[in-house]
């Protein structure tokens, strides 16, 4: 198999590890770098897909497959991993990935999700925040505070795209633990954003030299939480206005470019007022609701999510291959890796079952609700991808061994989540048409 794969990808091996010539054009380079991960991505997804797993998972193994191939004897994929233009493309795929979901909620669903939502959404962020943080003090006794909170942040992610899949195979969808489920998750992205936003903050204000204080950590908050609120308040108002005049325009492509100009214009006043890119991005998809764009749909255009789709389908891999592509198998010989992995792999599934207990609705499954909130997925992703370029006295939060515990415990808690859902519905279903 090794000697197979050898052959298969000599021709992108030289290619990557020869000098260009002077007359060489740099993105040709970049051109064969995104052929073999877009490849790379859709054979993953595929052989996920046939073993009843997420693509997402497969894009993800595949990346590390392709960045660990130097134990194989196969060298010449290093360029790829740390190519500029395609790391570009990668936190460009991070933005539309967060407008997409972002796109598939909205904010009077987000409101109408109801108390058992809202409370295992918040104890879903606190328990695996607190839990995560203790874990790092404890097995990483030499790193900073800041490590071992960010440690904490990553773990509060939920993926609810991978949820959302095995409740519709399972054709559950419309139960009730699915609307606490897919309600709790959403709020649980907003959560999980608004912490990142103050850990990311308290993290930047200590690498400029200024001590930690509360009132940095507040500060944090009240950024994000006026940014998320105005740009909802502002934006509910203000963009039904801006796309009707803008479906006046009759050339092509006229609603897609106005949408993603409003989520690059989020993103970049997210990060002008200290907050990360991602936030802006989440809350332009909040705000986009189908009846702002109305007039494009009614006269027989594509609704904005169809239009983003096929940029996602393109940049989002591209993202999950290369996080796959960082992930050093190596470090797992490191004394403490693979045990922090393990670690944050149980403290992340345990932090997520106990927000289970937040249901308060008579009748519902507990155990169903805190299962479908376990997975990590490209959120967790994301946010140890962001620890990667968060610096203290010029050092990484997030090393290449602690990326590597993240990766692995993203792993898990992906393949995880749809067996044992699966399992417990199965189970629960089968107990309530038990004759009694």
Known sequence: MPGAMTFVLLPFSIAESTPAAGHGDYVAGVLLGLALILLAAKLGGECAISLKQPAVLGELVAGMVLGNLGLLGVSGFDHIRDDPSIDLLARLGVIVLLFEVGLESTVGGMLRVGWSSLLVAVIGVIVPFTAGWGIGAWLLPASS???????????TATSVGITARVLKDLDAGQSGEAQVILGAAVIDDVLGLVLLAIVAGVITTADMGKPFSASVGLITLAKALLFLVGSL??????????????SRLRSRGVLLTAGLSFCFLLSWLANAVGLAPIVGAFSAGLILENVHYKDFVERGEHSLEELVHPISSFLVPVFFVVMGMRTDLRAFVEPGVAGLAVALTVVAILGKQAAGLGVRIPNLDRVTVGLGMIPRGEVGLIFANIGRNLLIGGNPIITDPLF?????????????????????????????????
Do not use: D, E
């Not at 067996?419 to 038990?434: F, N, S």
């Open 404 to 436: 590597s515990a993240v990766v692995v415990m993203v792993v898990v808690t992906t393949m995880v989540t749809p067996i044992a859902l699966r399992w417990r519905l199965t189970t629960t279903r089968l107990v309530r048409q038990a004759p009694k």
């Open 233 to 246: 308040l502002l934006g509910v108002r203000l963009t039904p206005g801006l796309f009707g005049l803008a």
């Open 145 to 155: 505070v800041y490590v071992h909170a960010f440690l904490g942040a990553a773990l």
